[in-house]
């Protein structure tokens, strides 16, 4: 077990093999898919939205498998910054685990927003913060009880997403083949005007750039692997899963959109708003009249998932970090039940207040901090890729066999090489929107790139005070954590 803090007990492996498949399943379901990819049709076409999709979805496969790897063979809360301090340097892993830790701490704000703005659908003219209240106290509440509450929580809001894509699949092919009503033309909006590839290649590449953060998530499952029961079974298990839910919930949901909407429809372009969401267009086609309110509810569950997750997420790397003595050391105390309790509620805190600073001076002091935030994701992705490549070349090193590892990534040493490269061109292309008008937007730029010089000044001002180095693999920690 994970050892303990002094005065505090320890966390329990609460998650059993089907919430951490859930997780899995789930953490690649959120408003990215149900709201945003009816814009990617409309910017790329439908043969640009899917190639685009397809190389993201390919980029997360080979992550996903270097973090089940390491997952499976070391399951901590702390994953990506324990997995980098051990084969990395110390200070790479202090800087990752606090970057992860902020991304989702501004991610609590950010859905409590979208929570408000969705329950306003059904509730016009109730106050912001009544609803944004009762959210945070619920997810507060789910978090502090018992992990197994988490897990439960996860468990059926995923439930839910997976099989409203499910239906909605389903559905769609039924109308594709004309098998169910709703005037579609077959095939012929993959060519209308004039597409498959609308935009050309500058569209496709938008489009590349914004389906990493519609992909943001499934990474949950090397934090949630720490406390899962049997790691070295269930980690594996779910690992199987991620090129099919990929494939799934991804590809065929933007073919079906894409084959019954026409990228020329300009209701595709708007990503804010339930009413012409591409999943209640493709449902209202179809005949369902209450598609908008289903799909409004469905949405608040994915909003609720994703801020149940990150509280989840940033709790248990806040608490890591004050194990390994990288944040104050009351935040690594343990409750009876299980939960780190000051880390929780700082955590909280944190995204409270980030969502209040929304409401002042039109929002500026939340945007900066959203924008920071942007790149996090993908500097963690980086991070994995870092990780697993020097964990393997080092489990080698040290006269690991790799029939021992309890699941083992493909295709190593590309998997990791070709998912740092192309998460490196998504870090890199962020703004390439801002040189591509008649002048530069300065502003644009700075809001995608901050997360990078602030992400760099806290990992080598922890180099400096920790005098850290390169690791040499054949000094690199690669003893088990106990599971016991």
């Known amino acids: 077990m994970q050892q303990r803090a002094e005065g505090s007990h320890h966390l329990r492996r609460g998650l059993k093999s089907r919430h951490l498949t859930m997780i899995a399943l789930g953490g690649a379901i959120g408003t990215g898919l149900f709201l945003a990819s009816g814009n990617a049709i409309y910017s790329a076409g439908p043969g640009g939205a899917l190639l685009a999709y397809g190389l993201t979805g390919l980029m997360v496969f ?8 390491l997952a499976a063979y070391m399951p901590t809360s702390g994953s990506f910054s324990t997995y980098a301090t051990r084969f990395v340097d110390p200070s790479f892993g202090f800087a990752l685990g606090w970057n992860y830790w902020y991304n989702w701490a501004i991610t609590i704000a950010s859905e409590l927003s979208a929570a408000t703005l969705i329950m306003k659908f059904w509730f016009p003219h109730t106050p912001s913060f009544l609803w944004s209240g009762l959210f945070l106290v619920i997810i507060f509440l789910l978090n502090a009880l018992t992990v197994k509450g988490y897990g439960e929580s996860e468990y059926w809001f995923a439930l839910i997403k997976v099989a409203t894509v499910i239906i ?3 559905i769609g092919l039924l109308m594709i083949f004309r098998i169910m009503g709703g005037g579609v033309p077959g095939f012929a909006n993959f060519t209308t005007g004039d597409a498959p590839f ?4 500058l569209a496709a590449f938008g489009v590349f750039l914004a389906a990493g953060y519609a992909f943001q998530g499934t990474e949950l499952l090397g934090v949630s692997a720490g ?7 269930n980690v594996p298990k779910a690992m199987h899963t991620i090129f099919w839910r990929i494939l799934l919930f991804y590809i065929l949901s933007i073919f079906v959109i894409a084959m019954i909407i026409p990228y020329t429809d300009h209701n595709l372009s708007v990503t804010d708003a339930v009413m012409v969401s591409p999943f209640t267009l493709v449902f209202q086609k179809a005949g369902l009249a209450i598609a908008a309110s289903v799909m409004n509810a469905v949405i608040l569950t994915a909003v609720l998932s994703a801020g149940n997750s990150g509280l989840y997420a940033s709790t248990r790397i806040l608490y890591a970090l004050a194990k390994k003595g990288k944040a104050p050391r009351f935040l690594g105390y343990v409750t009876t039940h299980g939960i780190p309790i000051w ?11 980030a969502f209040l600073a929304s409401g002042f001076g039109d929002g500026l002091v939340y945007n900066w901090l959203l ?16 990780s697993h490549w020097r964990f393997r070349r080092a489990y ?3 006269g690991g066999r790799l029939e021992d590892l309890p699941y083992r990534a493909k295709w190593f040493p590309f ?3 070709f998912a740092f490269a192309v998460c490196m061109v998504v870090v890199i292309g962020q703004s390439f929107g801002a040189f591509s008008g008649g002048q530069i937007d300065w502003g644009g730029i700075i809001s995608a790139y901050i997360g990078i010089p602030i992400f760099l000044a806290i990992w080598l001002i922890a180099k400096w005070k920790m005098k850290a180095h390169l690791i040499p693999l054949e000094k690199c920690d690669i003893s088990r954590i106990s599971i016991k």
């Open 371 to 386: 924008s920071a935030s942007g790149m996090c994701g993908f500097i963690a992705w980086l991070g994995i890729a870092i």
């Open 415 to 417: 998997g990791p090489l």
């Open 62 to 69: 080979f992550l996903m498998t270097s973090l089940g790897e």
């Open 396 to 398: 080698v090193r040290q």
């Open 198 to 201: 609308h935009g050309g290649f």
């Open 168 to 170: 909605f699949i389903i």
């Open 343 to 353: 880390s929780l509620i700082i955590t909280a805190a944190f995204g409270l207040f």
């Open 227 to 233: 406390e899962s029961e049997n790691p070295e079974k």
